[in-house]
């Protein structure tokens, strides 16, 4: 199940990214579908993290391994938001729509990784 919820992860990732260069779906104030706040950076950490979750979806370990990773990074990330309100240590713009998209991701991604049990099953082919 982690290397499906980590390919489904990937994909999202990778289109949000892609989704903010394309002028239309973000308006004149660089919000993605009106709401969230994108940039060159944001844009390309989404791929980066996209590709990322798509690697991980080899093998059980790897999605585990990508949901606690990135699960404690949105969680810095969230953190910072909130605390500096609109900007994460100066290097992209933010939200506070993000900041509640970043929090929800956190604890989405840590209950994943830390909760969702790596399948043992095994395919045998006759």
């Given at each position: 199940?982690?290397?499906?919820?980590?390919?489904?992860?990937?994909?999202?990732?990778?289109?949000?990214?892609?989704?903010?260069?394309?002028?239309?779906?973000?308006?004149?104030?660089?919000?993605?579908?009106?709401?969230?706040?994108?940039?060159?950076?944001?844009?390309?950490?989404?791929?980066?993290?996209?590709?990322?979750?798509?690697?991980?979806?080899?093998?059980?370990?790897?999605?585990?391994m990508y949901?606690?990773?990135?699960?404690?990074?949105?969680?810095?990330?969230?953190?910072?938001?909130?605390?500096?309100?609109?900007t994460v240590?100066?290097?992209?713009?933010?939200?506070?729509?993000?900041?509640?998209?970043?929090?929800?991701?956190?604890?989405?991604?840590?209950?994943?990784?830390?909760?969702?049990?790596?399948?043992?099953?095994?395919?045998?082919?006759?």
């Open positions: 199940m982690l290397k499906q919820l980590s390919m489904a992860v990937g994909v999202v990732f990778l289109l949000i990214g892609i989704l903010g260069f394309v002028p239309g779906v973000t308006n004149d104030q660089d919000l993605l579908l009106g709401i969230f706040l994108v940039g060159l950076l944001q844009n390309l950490i989404h791929i980066v993290g996209g590709v990322a979750a798509i690697l991980a979806a080899k093998s059980e370990d790897l999605s585990q949901f606690r990773v990135f699960g404690v990074v949105y969680a810095v990330i969230a953190l910072i938001g909130v605390v500096q309100g609109n240590l100066g290097l992209f713009d933010i939200n506070a729509a993000e900041n509640i998209l970043h929090v929800a991701i956190a604890v989405a991604f840590l209950a994943i990784g830390f909760g969702v049990p790596k399948s043992t099953e095994t395919r045998t082919t006759v």
